[in-house]
């Protein structure tokens, strides 16, 4: 294609898979990590099957600096941009609620100014979420149902969706956002549930450790495949025309469900080894989500392949190998 892609965040679950996707299809891919002492393998663990791409180029960047990211567009001048870096633990975003802001607000207008001013044309990607519904129980959610943010996390993000409609309208910028519901593989990390959950069946199921320790139990949510998400997002920058999207697999599940199912497969009672431990609790909990893909079935042509149950095994497995 010869189109030149920024992926911030290029090292996450989402910024991985979206990089081998554009590399499949001849992107040239600027991705960005941010300045930190950890060891540079641990950090490109997700992309280390591509760091020897011709076609990838790694840049250090910090989102939080206007100037820093002024500097690559201008340097790239890219066709495309996916905004993925972000403080994304709903749970830590209680703890360091002004630095999720910043990060998670500020690193998208900072984006949207640097293509306002060095590279109109280019089209621009915000991952939104579905946290932005929060409490609201209304189901299924999309892009019409109310939102009401429970969380800072979900808080910044809802700015910054607002942020890029604004862009969007205002400047006539090619800057659409993708609300996507919750979605997993085995590169999501070690801090989220349901890697916590396959991590631990894996390991117990090893021997290698007895006791896991989880929070809420009952909460629903609707769960995917990364996998399939990124081929969302790049759908969203092929159209003629920027929106939002919501992308869902249409269905939800609780913790307790995913719980027993991955555990089930293991040959594991949970009731053996999950220990509820309240200090897992959020201050004010989100008790569904639940996504209408409706739109994105219609207008991009996009579903989901992997389903709750694909997903699960496929995390398990790649847990007991990495523990083996």
């Not at 089209?123 to 519904?133: D, G, I, W």
């Not at 956002?177 to 999501?188: A, D, K, Q, T």
């Not at 999207?245 to 719980?259: E, H, I, M, R, W």
């Not at 994105?296 to 579903?303: D, E, F, P, T």
Request: glycine content about 6%; aromatic content about 10%.
């Amino acid at each position: 294609m010869n189109k030149t892609a920024i992926i911030t965040g290029i090292t996450g679950q989402d910024g991985s898979y979206l990089a081998d996707l554009l590399l499949e299809k001849g992107y040239t891919v600027i991705g960005t990590m941010r300045r930190t002492v950890s060891d540079f393998e641990d950090k490109t663990k997700n992309i280390s099957h591509i760091l020897d791409s011709s076609n990838l180029i790694l840049e250090e960047v910090d989102i939080t600096d206007s100037s820093s990211i002024y500097q690559v567009v201008n340097k790239y001048q890219p066709d495309e941009y996916y905004n993925l870096a972000a403080q994304s633990h709903v749970g830590t975003s209680f703890k360091t609620p002004v630095s999720t802001t910043d990060i998670n607000l500020m690193g998208c207008l900072y984006a949207l100014e640097a293509i306002r001013l060095q590279k109109p044309d280019c089209k621009f990607y915000q991952a939104s979420t579905s946290e932005m519904f929060g409490d609201n129980t209304v189901c299924p959610q999309g892009l019409g149902t109310h939102f009401s943010p429970v969380s800072p996390y979900a808080c910044a993000k809802l700015a910054a969706h607002h942020m890029v409609g604004t862009y969007r309208k205002s400047y006539n910028i090619f800057a659409s956002s993708g609300i996507l519901f919750n979605h997993e593989s085995p590169r999501r990390g070690e801090n989220f549930v349901t890697r916590k959950i396959t991590k631990a069946a894996a390991r117990i199921k090893l021997g290698l450790q007895k006791e896991l320790r989880l929070g809420n139990l009952e909460a629903q949510r609707d769960w995917g495949h990364a996998k399939d998400y990124v081929k969302g997002m790049w759908l969203m920058l092929q159209q003629d025309k920027a929106d939002d999207y919501v992308l869902a697999t249409g269905k939800t599940n609780s913790v307790q469900d995913f719980l027993d199912y991955v555990f089930d497969f293991a040959g594991l009672n949970p009731k053996d080894h999950v220990v509820i431990d309240p200090k897992f609790y959020r201050p004010c909990e989100v008790p569904k989500l639940w996504g209408d893909p409706s739109k994105a079935n219609r207008k991009l042509g996009w579903y989901p392949e992997y389903d709750f149950k694909r997903l699960a095994i496929e995390m398990y497995e790649e847990d007991v190998r990495q523990a083996t």
